[in-house]
């Protein structure tokens, strides 16, 4: 049994960062950067007015002060003359700030009367405008790798970019194995039960930016698992769920490695997912979880995320565990590393009762994973321990 650390390791060594694509700006969103960009313009392009008012020159701008109106500029239409001493444009918030003038009263400052304009309120030191290139200049550059936000996006468009390069989506298909597993929606025989880890897995993986194919459920066969790894191919990683124990129904290991498999390692000092098993396929990273529900869901988290953000040309590196302290008491731990299903609050961290690697309701109530060390001592409530938020 290998640590978890060196099994992340040897999982990361089975992929490779993907090529990129160029996608629409609109598709982009959620996509990562492959390669920075640069604005193709200045943003704003003019100086432009922040608010509705007078353009005029700051040297004339003081309580009482009279202007002549002698134009308009509105956004996407600016005033083509000069503004001379004495004179003012009535501009629109966005327009281009006239030639001769550097400040802008706001309208609520100022009386009108005809063409006449007096400032009637004090008008403050600010200008108003906002100058050429303020937001971003011409060459500035948006870094990569990073995951598109809606405000990366908007930024973009501003830019002008409307083509975007972004890493390939890994593909990652997914394959449930056993007798006993029927899909959502099928009526199960009395001994069956409804797969469910492929569809957790399948919601993570494409949180992550995969792009998820889910193969038919593979039966506890031969047969039936050598023709489930024939429509994986094509694929990034592929991943089986089940069927990774012990047991005489246990064939993924057996049927992957007929058919190629070469193996980076099999079981993990972790608790939950010691069965685990890796190799590469082909082209194809293979990565086989254990069947129960939680053990597949954590060890998702905890080995296919960084591999799928290795592909995406994102940082591998687990995000640094959180300390909190512990509500309840909690017993000394075994030899595995043990992610324990736990809810944090501002009182602290308090592990869930059971920690039965089959207990999905219980998933679904953690916001974290309780890290803890392998021969991890008792720990009395107010201990500082680590946790990975989930
Ligand atoms: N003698 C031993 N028995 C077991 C050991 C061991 O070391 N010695 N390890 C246990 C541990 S730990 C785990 S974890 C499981 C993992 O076994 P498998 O990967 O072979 O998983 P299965 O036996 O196929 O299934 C286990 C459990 O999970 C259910 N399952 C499987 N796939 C799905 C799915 N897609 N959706 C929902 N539920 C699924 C399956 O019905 C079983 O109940 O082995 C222990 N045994
Ligand atoms: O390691 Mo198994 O994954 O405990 O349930």
């Known amino acids: 049994m290998i640590s978890v650390s060196d099994a992340r390791a040897a999982l990361l060594a089975l992929v490779d960062p993907l090529a990129s694509e160029t996608v629409p700006l609109a598709q982009s969103a959620g996509r990562v950067l492959a390669d920075p960009v640069s604005a193709r313009r200045d943003q704003p392009p003019f100086s432009a007015s922040a608010m509705d008012g007078y353009a005029v020159n700051a040297t004339e701008v003081e309580l ?9 500029a509105a956004a996407g239409h600016g005033f083509d003359g000069k503004v001379g001493a004495g004179q003012a444009v009535r501009i629109f918030t966005g327009a281009p700030v006239p030639e001769g003038a550097d400040f802008v009263v706001i309208q609520e400052d100022v009386d009108r009367k005809g063409n006449l304009i007096t400032i009637l309120d004090e008008p403050g030191a600010n200008s108003n405008i906002r100058p050429k290139g303020g937001d971003f200049a ?9 995951t598109l936000t809606p405000a990366d996006v908007a930024l973009l468009a501003s830019m002008n970019i409307a083509q975007v390069p972004v890493a390939r989506r890994p593909v990652v298909a997914v394959m449930s194995t056993g007798d006993e597993l029927v899909m959502p929606g099928e009526t199960p025989g009395p001994d069956q039960i409804i797969a469910s880890n492929s569809f957790g897995l399948k919601a993570m993986c494409e949180a992550a930016g995969a792009e998820v194919r889910m193969l038919p459920i593979a039966q506890d066969t031969v047969q039936s698992l050598t023709t489930a790894f024939e429509l994986a191919k094509g694929a990034d990683l592929v991943v089986t769920i089940g069927g990774a124990s012990v047991g005489d129904h246990d064939l993924v290991g057996d049927v992957a490695v007929s058919l190629g498999m070469e193996r980076s390692f099999y079981k993990v000092a972790m608790r939950p997912g010691k069965p685990l ?32 953000r290795k592909m995406l040309g994102l940082s591998a590196e687990q995000p640094p565990l959180q300390s909190a302290r512990l509500i309840a008491p909690l017993a000394k731990n075994g030899p595995r590393e043990h992610y324990m299903r736990a809810q944090v609050t501002a009182d602290g961290i308090r592990a869930f009762e059971s920690q039965d690697s089959s207990l999905l309701t219980v998933l679904a109530d953690a916001n974290a994973l309780l890290v803890r060390p392998p021969h991890d001592d008792a720990l009395e409530a107010g201990a500082l321990v680590q946790f990975l938020p989930i």
């Open 64 to 72: 009482h002060a009279m202007f002549k109106v002698i134009g308009e």
């Open 138 to 146: 011409i060459g500035d550059t948006v870094s990569a790798p990073r």
């Open 277 to 308: 098993m890796a190799g590469r396929m082909g082209d194809m990273a293979m990565v086989g979880l254990p069947g129960n529900p939680v053990s597949s869901m954590v060890c998702g988290q905890i080995f296919l995320l960084p591999m799928i």
